[in-house]
């Protein structure tokens, strides 16, 4: 072992115990998903390190792509507010807890400090790569192990969808279906086309602005129907007169010029005037 | 410094990992426990293959990833489901079994 070795592990061993006690710490589950992400990085480096790069690309790839991904994709999906409830339901659960833990440790370290290791003989060969070493054993003396494996993956797949897969109560309402509804709704004041879209005006483009119509009155269909409920519609005439208001500062005569020719905004004035 | 670093580090993950699991009572953190487990695992196998110069160790771990993955995906759908019945991942909601 080299001090270059010596130094990642003295570096890399206690920022990982650290994180892997955020994990038993962390009052929020995202902040538990991100230290065990940092300590499978670290126990990346360390295969390789280790003399087995394959595995430690396997980590990296399968781990923290793949494994940890998907417990943070549950967590957005259960909530990510949901926190640990601190309510024992078991007296004294939490101090038997860390007694066994602890007990296991000891246990644990114990039995290493006890067992004398042969000195380190290394796996670094000068004519065959890792990979090519373990594709030899992993295909050699383990390929029935090897095809079980693949069943089991394809099982757990299934078995998730299986799973998450629910059943709808109602059948399904489908394109045909919304058809259908909308015509048989026609006599009774249904309508077949989409609601037309918002106004579109020189200085308001926005939700709460009516269309006009043809005939320049406003559409109030084409307001959200939570917007007319709350009275948060903008008024169509209002915002014409602005529109003209402004037009007369800047261009005098070529405004006159059109409101002599042109009763459009008059007229739209006026029917507003006889809804108000 | 000896290979044996290693292996006392893998001890402390694998315990940390195991009271996550009898302290937590999120499913979801406890989960990762398990993963935490395993990783320590792994990293012993990784370890004694270095020590003994012997490939089998790294196959050995690469099947535990394998097969951690599967254990994942099946856990964390069960999780998936009780949530949508219970609406709580807290597992000591999940008793149904118990009266």
Known sequence: ?276 | MELTHYVVLSCILFAIGATTVLLRRNAIIVFMGVELMLNAANLAFVTFARMHGDPHGQVIAFFVMTVAAAEVVVGLAIIVAIFRTRRTASVDDANLLKN
């Open chain 1, 1 to 276: 072992m080299s001090t270059g070795e010596d130094v990642l592990f003295w570096v890399l061993a206690p920022l990982m115990v650290l994180a892997a006690l955020g994990l038993l710490f962390a009052r929020k589950a995202v902040h538990a998903a991100v230290c065990v992400v940092f300590v499978m990085i670290s126990l990346a480096v360390m295969y390789i390190a280790q003399d087995a790069p394959f595995l430690g690309v396997v980590q990296i790839v399968v781990y923290t792509g793949a494994v940890m991904m998907l417990f943070l994709f549950v967590l957005m999906l259960v909530g990510v507010d949901a926190s640990d409830s601190l309510v024992e339901t078991i007296r004294g659960q939490r101090w038997i807890g860390v007694l066994l833990g602890l007990g296991l440790g000891a246990v644990l370290g114990g039995v290493v400090a006890q067992a004398t290791f042969p000195p380190a003989v290394g796996l670094a060969s000068p004519d065959e790569e890792n990979p090519v070493t373990l594709a030899r054993v992993l295909f050699g003396d383990y390929v029935f192990a090897m095809e079980v494996v693949g069943v089991l993956l394809v099982t757990a797949a299934v078995a998730a969808l299986v799973l998450t897969h629910r059943r709808s109560l109602e059948p399904r309402v489908g394109q045909k279906e919304t058809a259908d509804a909308k015509v048989a709704a026609l006599p009774s004041g249904g309508r077949l086309t989409p609601l037309p879209a918002p106004g579109v005006y020189a200085r308001n483009n926005a939700m709460d602005t009516p269309a006009l119509d043809a005939s320049g009155r406003p559409i109030p269909e084409s307001v959200s129907r939570i917007l007319r409920i709350r009275g948060q519609e903008r008024s169509a005439t209002a915002i014409l007169a602005a529109e003209h208001e402004v037009l007369a500062d800047h261009e005098p005569t070529r405004h006159r010029d059109r409101r002599d020719d042109d009763a459009h905004p008059d007229r739209v004035t006026r029917t507003t005037d006889e809804e108000a």
